[in-house]
């Protein structure tokens, strides 16, 4: 045995179901599936689609929503993923009935804790004759490949170490030579009926060579744990990416090897981006905690991957934003398409749209004061009451797709002073500080209930007729001093935005910061 020995009470009791080749045996309805992402990446909206759609379906039946960590390709672990995954999960409410966090009766839920079953389980294929040790250099692989790639041929191993006898590869474990486990592939098809592409058909042949199942640093590849983890976990259903379908074969015949019950399989078709190509987890921009720390709703997202793809009914032509608890109760695997989908993030936008209408102005109010601070230096930040922010709430909330909109570069002038330094006022003949000075006293004489847009708006092309200005030179001069931009809303309506308080505030500091 190469395995270790130090296994805890559940390990020993699953080696037990293992060895003795129990069949599968399920709980309550028997409805048990899993979301099993690999931490290389941060959770894109292919993976979060995969997640939503396995808890949907389990709700549905009452059934168990599994999340199990498959971390075994170390040299492609991205640090800080699982803890990405985790939050976002909880962001958007969905919660795993059994999984790393709150564990469950088949834990560890993370495969790099459970290596002792996977080694048990070779094990017990080297001991039927469907598994063996391979000696085989790395060398000896690297140039084997490179003379099959010049062939064409697409066999990978050649079964050399096949032939070894079971006295021999176990002398050589015991003299310390290093080796890897591979599973004895026969050519064999399969035939199914998958939940989404219906009747399929695969095959799985002895001339692409005999595929690892355990790597020489003792871990297992990433289709036998699969298979091994989902009998032990009892999954009943496997709703995964259809990147996955050309493995099915490889799967199912490790199934056999084991004489174990396969769950049912459903495949769901690839999400595009909008340029035809895959997601990518290290694409920022379908990452969906870039969208959550962009104050997205999550309904908003949860609705984004529902429509795409099927599954639901045609979401797109309802002008409706649909709880978790509706979509549960919609979801119909029957209705996914099998098309690839490409995501549009103009539907996202709508979507969040809806839900900044729905939400309540103090819950945006509470979001947008955490962006703030997030987002805002605190020695440039200007300290505002809640009107104030209300305000700018009620004036824009029908126009942005996302609080961070509020943010953006052209915005940050509401909540912050503009930076003056880079441009002094150069004010020639008095004319500058002379309109300044005139503005200040109009609006300051200006009743608060008579601050509107029109009122203001007067007041302004007065001074610069009084000043001696162009009115349009007047505008911009007091747009980059107010704003730090050079466009954007009528700077009437910028002051009414401020509202009295905060115009003259801000007219004040610009009129002590002015050079002659």
């Not at 007091?478 to 309506?493: F, M, N, Q, S, Y």
Request: proline fraction near 3%.
């Amino acid at each position: 045995m190469f395995y270790c020995h130090s296994v805890r009470k559940s390990a020993r009791i699953h080696l037990l179901l293992l060895c003795g080749g129990a069949q599968r045996r399920y709980a309550g309805n028997g409805v048990r599936v899993r979301f099993a992402p690999s931490p290389t990446g941060f959770l894109h909206f292919g993976g979060l689609r995969t997640a939503l759609f396995n808890y949907f379906f389990a709700k549905k039946r009452d059934g168990v929503f599994v999340l199990r960590i498959e971390d075994t390709d170390r040299r492609r672990i991205v640090n800080g993923s699982v803890q990405n995954l985790l939050s976002v999960l909880h962001c958007l409410k969905i919660t795993p009935d059994e999984g790393p966090a709150n564990g469950g009766p088949y834990g560890p839920y993370v495969q790099s804790e459970r290596i002792p079953l996977y080694q048990a389980a070779a094990e017990q294929l080297i001991a039927e004759r469907k598994a063996y040790r391979c000696f085989c250099s790395e060398q000896r692989i690297s140039i084997l490949r490179k003379e099959m790639a010049r062939l064409h041929h697409r066999k990978n191993y050649d079964n050399f170490c096949r032939k070894l006898s079971v006295e021999e590869a176990n002398q050589r474990m015991r003299n310390g030579e290093k080796f890897v486990v591979r599973f004895f592939q026969k050519s064999r098809s399969y035939s199914l009926n998958d939940l989404v592409y219906g009747q399929y058909t695969t095959n799985v042949s002895e001339e692409d060579g005999d595929p690892v199942i355990i790597k020489s640093d003792q871990y297992p590849t990433y289709h036998f744990a699969n298979v091994v983890d989902d009998h032990l976990m009892h999954i009943s259903h496997v709703l995964r990416g259809e990147e996955w379908l050309t493995s099915l074969s490889k799967h199912l015949q490790i199934y056999e090897a084991f004489n174990w019950e396969p769950p049912q399989f459903g495949h769901l078709p690839v999400m595009l981006d909008m340029d035809g190509s895959k997601l990518s987890k290290r694409d920022l921009s379908v990452h969906v905690d870039h969208f959550l720390a962009s104050s997205y709703h999550p309904d908003a997202l949860i609705n984004f991957v529902c429509f795409a793809g099927g599954g639901f009914g045609d979401l797109k032509n309802a002008d409706m934003l649909y709880s978790t608890k509706q979509l549960i109760r919609m979801f119909n695997l029957n209705m996914v398409q099998r098309r690839r989908t490409k995501l549009d993030v103009q539907w996202l936008k709508r979507f969040n749209r809806e839900a900044i209408r729905r939400q309540s102005e103090d819950a945006l109010l509470e979001q947008l004061l955490k962006l703030i601070d997030r987002e805002i230096p605190a020695e440039r930040r200007i300290e505002y009451d809640d009107n104030y922010f209300r305000s700018v709430l009620r004036h824009f909330r029908p126009h942005i797709d996302s609080l961070s909109d509020l943010l953006l570069s052209e915005n940050k002038y509401l909540w912050s002073w503009p930076n003056l330094v880079d441009s002094k006022l150069t004010i020639a003949n008095n004319q500058w500080l002379l309109f300044l000075d005139q503005l200040i006293n109009q609006l300051d004489a200006l009743p608060e209930d008579h601050f509107m847009e029109n009122a203001v708006a007067l007041r302004l092309l007065n001074c610069a007729k009084h000043s001696q200005l162009e009115s349009k030179k007047a505008m911009q001069f007091l747009r980059h001093t107010l704003t730090g931009a050079d466009k954007g809303l009528p700077i009437a309506e910028i002051l009414v935005l401020f509202g009295k308080t905060y115009s003259l505030q801000r007219l004040r500091r610009i009129r002590e910061q002015s050079t002659i």
